[in-house]
């Protein structure tokens, strides 16, 4: 009987098209065309507007633009550089958020603000703090000079903008999930007779390998894309210390749009690249990665 | 639980795996803790505990949280250091030992297992890295690893992810883990404490098999004075970093030595009385048992709900007023108001005994402890 009662007021929920955590239909149109809106007009027209300038002037004129001296000079000290901050942070991340995380110490939650830093600095500070140190007036200038070791306006002053812009990304990834982890897994391996690099190598580092790779990405993506700090630095010599975003901002400040936004394109197009190369990790491995959350 | 399927399938292949066991299982060791001090920053957590394991004992560490219980596993472990004292590996200083070279086999309550690596990795990890003079071959760490999945019943599961395991079979593959690398001390933290009472109930009599079969000296941390009672040999009850008994679970269940441990193991209700002349009163009511050796003066009288006889005869019994009836599988609880100070006493009676509340009853212990007020303030 009471079955019977409340089997009606079962069956008419789906009929009225709504259950308790929908919203009504008007409110869900608004809401969706918002979330449209704001993706097309901030994520999908600019990006599309950086391919349509860079082909306007047409292929052939596109190709001349990123094979140019300047152009491809540019791009190789963007991947060399990326090609050195990136590693140098994924050890860096590692240490720091392995220390963090699975250890008590005095001063952790200092090292843990500490991390965020160059996310609060504005990267033009980040940039003038090295010029400061190692430029001609700065601390160690004549020391530099005088044994004739070039850091800002050259190679080692970029690297060093650039580890810096990009220092928190991995560890920031990695802090979380690794405190959330705990230590059983490792005392588990320890007390089976692994030594630390064999519980760091077979148990550590596969526990946190999707968000490892995450940070690596994302690291990567703004090594290469890093302008503020690095046009501080960098002196922009043209073939020699000019990174694709400061070479962009010159093609752009000379009115070459063309050029501008075929080298942006480029730029674009490596983002992208990272991007798929996330998402189809995250599709090839997708039970492991479901596997390595907490069970 | 498909379990107790295979439990008797398996049968004949268990016996089969007990000759093999002796010879392969390293000897089991004693286990010697003598005066451990552990303190945290100001708080201390053990206050010189002293303990004495044979080999190839079950020995249960019980008391509430934070009764030092789990510092004291992880001492034996290697994974805490003590502030003081000595840890004896067959009278061996083991806190010069490593927590890998102790070679204890480790079960956490959240089994710890590798989420990366399936269930056959997981048992063969402890092989796998050792130092290469002493690894098997991969076949012969293959081939143990599916023996000891065999012992723990689990066969046929070797390619699963611990992800794809129930909690009971997680806590099968732990130990199977643990057992790889012939451990001198198996250490067993609430070994079942995530586990639903039902598979806990499975799990406790097929540890009991395994450890009859293997024979390792094995320690187990609860919170759960059933199940310690009901595995282990010896059980050391703990409270506050201090061990209150050490007894086997009849010593420990029927002569609790302590207002704690009565309380602490099994159900019970306490009364205030008084010692005079060797004699028990309570509130000036002369009782009709005696008082042992306790001394003249204030003192605690501890029963437990199911030790008592209901009397017609008020004289020389305790009565009370029947507060609140409860049916308690076949029997009834009923709370009563005891004396003027209407002490809270719970006791068990035939659920076809005719009561109403407000009604008055009198009973008398069958077994009963009284302990003197000075040590009941203690606890």
């Known amino acids: 009987m009471a079955d019977a009662a409340i089997a009606p007021l079962l069956v008419s929920q789906p009929s009225s098209g709504s259950s308790v955590t929908t919203e009504r239909y008007p409110v869900r149109i608004i809401l969706v065309a918002t979330a449209v809106v704001f993706l097309v007009l901030f994520l999908l027209l600019p990006l599309a507007a950086v391919f349509v300038e860079a082909f306007r002037a047409g292929l052939s004129a596109y190709f001349a633009a990123i094979t140019e001296s300047d152009a491809v000079a540019a791009i190789r000290l963007t991947l060399l550089v990326a090609a050195i901050a990136v590693p140098a942070n994924i050890v860096f991340g590692l240490a720091a958020s392995w220390a963090i995380a699975k250890f008590e110490f005095k001063g952790k939650s200092v090292l843990n603000t500490l991390i965020d830093l160059p996310f609060s600095v504005s990267p033009v500070i980040s940039g003038l703090i090295y010029v400061l140190l190692f430029g001609a007036q700065g601390y160690f200038g004549h020391y530099l000079e005088s044994h004739n070791i070039q850091i800002i306006f050259a190679l080692p002053g970029i690297v060093l903008a650039t580890i810096f812009a990009t220092f928190p990304f991995v560890a920031r990834e990695l802090v979380p999930l690794m405190q959330e982890q705990g230590t059983q897994d490792e005392e588990a391996a320890l007390s089976l007779g692994a030594s630390g690099w064999q519980t760091f190598f077979r148990v550590t580092l596969p526990n946190i390998r999707w968000a490892l790779l995450y940070g690596v990405v994302l690291c990567n993506a703004r090594a290469m894309g890093e302008f503020g700090a690095v046009s501080v630095v960098s002196g922009h010599i043209r073939g020699k210390t000019n990174t694709m975003p400061l070479h962009v901002e010159i093609l752009y400040n000379e009115y070459n749009f063309a050029a501008a936004f075929a080298v942006a394109s480029l730029l674009a197009l490596l983002a992208l690249v990272t991007l798929l190369i996330k998402i189809s990790l995250e599709w090839r491995y997708a039970d492991q990665i479901a596997a390595s959350r907490r069970h | ?379």
Do not use: C
């Open chain 2, 1 to 379: 639980m498909d379990a107790r399927v295979s439990n008797e399938v398996n049968y004949s292949g268990s016996i089969r795996t007990r000759e093999r066991a002796t010879s392969q299982w390293d000897r089991p060791v004693d286990v010697s803790v003598e005066n451990v001090v552990r303190t945290f920053g100001a708080t201390p957590a053990l206050h010189g505990v002293s303990l004495d394991m044979e080999s190839g004992e079950l020995v249960a560490l019980l008391g509430p949280s934070g009764s030092g219980k789990t510092t004291l596993l992880r001492i034996l472990a290697g994974l805490d250091i003590p502030t003081f004292g000595r840890v004896l590996f067959d009278g061996e200083d083991a806190l010069k030992l490593t927590v890998q070279q102790r070679n204890v086999g480790l079960v956490f309550q959240n089994y710890a297992l590798f989420r990366h690596m399936n269930v056959l990795d997981n048992i063969g990890f402890g092989l796998r890295v050792l130092p290469w003079t002493r690894r098997p071959s991969r076949k012969e760490i293959r081939n143990r690893a599916l023996e000891l999945l065999d012992l723990v019943q689990l066969s046929g599961l070797e390619k699963r992810y611990p992800s794809q395991l129930s909690g009971g079979q997680r806590q099968r593959v732990a130990f199977a883990r643990a057992l790889a690398i012939a451990p001198r001390v198996l250490l067993l933290d609430e070994p079942f404490g995530a586990l639903d009472s039902k598979v806990r109930r499975d799990l406790r009599r097929w540890l009991l098999e395994i450890h009859n079969k293997t024979g390792h000296t094995t320690v187990f941390v609860t919170h759960d004075q059933e199940e310690a009672l009901e595995l282990a040999d010896r059980v050391v009850v703990m409270s506050e970093g201090r061990i209150e008994q050490i007894g086997t679970p009849d010593e420990i269940y029927d002569a609790p030595n302590s207002p704690f441990v009565f309380s602490f193991i099994g159900e019970s209700s306490a009364l205030p009385v008084r010692v005079e002349h060797g004699k028990i009163w309570l509130d000036g009511k002369l009782l009709d048992l005696a008082p042992g050796d306790v001394p003249d003066g204030p003192a605690q009288l501890f029963l437990r709900p199911h030790d008592v006889d209901v009397v017609d005869n008020e004289s020389g019994a305790i009565s009370g007023e029947v507060k609140v009836l409860r049916r308690h599988a076949g029997l009834r609880r009923v709370d009563l108001d005891v004396g003027s100070e209407q002490n809270r006493v719970e006791i068990e009676l035939p659920a076809d005994l005719d009561l109403n509340p407000a009604r008055s009853i009198a009973f008398r212990p069958r077994r009963y402890r009284l302990y003197p007020s000075s040590q009941a303030l203690d606890s």
